[in-house]
């Protein structure tokens, strides 16, 4: 019989990914819905061993990979307490903007660019943004963060040399929507939003400081200007256990 999955059933093993991983995933679910209780800490690391099939070193190298992310802390003479903080709610809906999305929930929420340039549209983009194949784009790479913890890392396209400012603009006031304002675009509106969760990259990890293994949900989405125009592509990934998407109507 293979090991256990949190809620009790047989844990697939997936190939080419650590054990110790599998086993963080499954605690780190556990914790999100609230399966552990009210006693605020983790059963013992051989609980947990015998719960999942698995050797308490395995166990060890799970919860140390979720001490990393902020998740738990061992506690000399008791165990490993659970460090409860709720998520943040970022409402997705026909005027999504991020820093308007986390009003009242953080005291400071930063946009800092990573980078930008330009790219050549290929049959994605063109298809997202109603631009011939080849046509000439701007791209900007942001992470985005409240209280001093990154909550987002995302990538922008801009179609056309009607956006070449934008990178400069964004880097002089930290907002996308004030950066398009300065171009011209005094409204826009999501079209579309597509939602998938993934495990994190290795360079995802290190920029949203995530242990390996841990799970974001990504965002596709395009934003159209008042007139219908496709002005924005945006791969966005959001850290799950920091922040939740509410999709509104």
Known sequence: MGPKTASGNLLE??????LWRQIAD????????????????????????????????TVRSALAALASEGLVQAVQGRGTMILRRDRLSYPIGKRTRFSEGLQGQAERIAFQCLGHGRTVAGAEIAEA??????????TLETLGGADGIPLS???HVFPGPDFAAIPAHFE??????????????????????????????PDEVAELKLSPGAILLETVAVNADGEGRRIQYSRTRFAADRIKLRIES
């Open 26 to 57: 499954r605690i780190r679910q556990a914790i999100n819905i609230g399966e552990f209780g009210d006693s605020g800490m983790m059963p013992p690391e051989m609980q947990l061993a015998e719960r999942f099939g698995v050797n308490r070193h």
């Open 129 to 138: 943004l109603d631009i011939p194949p080849g046509t000439e784009c701007i």
């Open 153 to 155: 890392r995302a990538s």
């Open 172 to 201: 002089r006031f930290g907002s996308i929507t004030r950066a398009l304002a300065e171009v011209g675009i005094a409204d826009y509106t999501r079209l579309s939003t597509d939602v998938i969760a993934r495990h994190a990259l």
């Open 13 to 18: 093993r997936r190939a080419g990914v650590a």
